[in-house]
């Protein structure tokens, strides 16, 4: 079963500085058929604003992967932990027992990204965070792992969820397969361009959700950036 969702349906709000969408429920947007996706519990599309961002606030007992598109955005915690991610890379945060951070566009160009929010396996362990690069030149024309809670997956991000984030960067024309094991789901958003998901069109910011499927073949027909959470 392939269910696309697309952009215009998607929840939202606007606030000034920050233009959001919500895959799932979240803050004042609310459907009863879009809690989760299995582990998954949030997929915000977000758009910040330059010099502006998300002052100080807490959460606890969560893995938080953000997914830059354009721009940059710097985190800081109560922890000492301080870096700015940029476009194409990832940072995750295992909030665990608490942690309270910011995230800002320090930037003279608008920020866009994708926060993605996964239950933990575990509760109440110590909380961290932590950043890589991905060149996407290293994606290009297939899936490459960037953070993941699987024990096969050693050398991306760690997160303490039985799940993985995948990204792949396709040419107008090119395919690339995704196989996900027997009981997964998947949920994907094109970050850019126009796919092809065993028959299924997707637009760049349209969610799909994926589940009694193996194999995932996706064509583009733009240039195309992929993000795809497997979960359980």
Known sequence: MIELRPYQELGGAQHGWLET???FSFAEYHDPKRMHWGHLRVWNDDIIAPHSGFPGHPHRDMEIITYVRAGAITHRD???NEGRTVAGD???MSAGTGIAHSEFNHEDEETRLFQIWILPNEKGLPPNWGTRQFPRNERSGTFITLASGLPEDAEALPIRADA????ATLK??????YQLAPGRKAYLVPASGRVDINGVKAEMGDGVAIQDEILLRFTAEDESEIVLVDVA
Not at 164 to 167: N, Y
Not at 172 to 177: E, F, N, R, V
């Open 90 to 92: 990832v940072q995750v």
């Open 172 to 177: 107008a024309g090119q395919t690339a397969d």
């Open 78 to 80: 109560h922890l000492g």
């Open 21 to 23: 969408r919500h895959h």
């Open 164 to 167: 993985r984030l995948v990204a």
